[in-house]
């Protein structure tokens, strides 16, 4: 059984929005910082958002920060990301992952801190 559950995506148009939805199954994941990756075709997988265990502080990269928000629900054990004004380089497979260390407040782009991932959701942004 996976624990994390990626959805939401689907095929859109430059400068839609959609909102990726993160279930995790397992409840001590609220403890834990989350994030998202994306992976083009071809390409390497990057960093996209994360947040804190609490949800209070996030990070984000340079090509998402101001159209992309992340946050999550600890009652119902989702992490989401909105995303706006979306364009065709933001085609990818996207990723949900649970940080590696409880209760850091330590945020980080580095993939081998983030120890669980979901399968992915692809999103296409068409021009």
């Known amino acids: 059984q996976e624990q994390l559950v990626e959805s939401g995506g689907g095929l859109v148009q430059a400068g839609d929005s959609l909102r990726l939805s993160c279930k995790y199954s397992?409840?001590?994941?609220?403890?834990?910082?989350m994030g998202w990756f994306r992976q083009a075709p071809g390409k390497e997988r990057t960093f996209v958002a994360a947040?804190?265990?609490?949800?209070?502080?996030?990070y984000y990269s340079d090509a998402v920060r101001g159209r992309f928000t992340i946050s999550r629900d600890n009652n119902i054990n989702m992490v989401y990301l909105q995303m706006n004004s979306l364009k065709p380089d933001d085609t990818a497979i996207y990723y949900c992952?649970?940080?590696?260390?409880?209760?850091?407040?330590?945020?980080?782009?580095?993939?081998?801190?983030?120890?669980?991932w979901g399968p992915g959701t692809q999103v296409t942004v068409s021009s």
């Open positions: 947040l804190t265990f609490s949800g209070r502080t996030t």
């Open positions: 992952a649970a940080g590696r260390n409880k209760f850091t407040l330590r945020l980080t782009q580095n993939k081998g801190d983030f120890g669980s």
């Open positions: 397992d409840p001590s994941l609220d403890d834990y910082s």
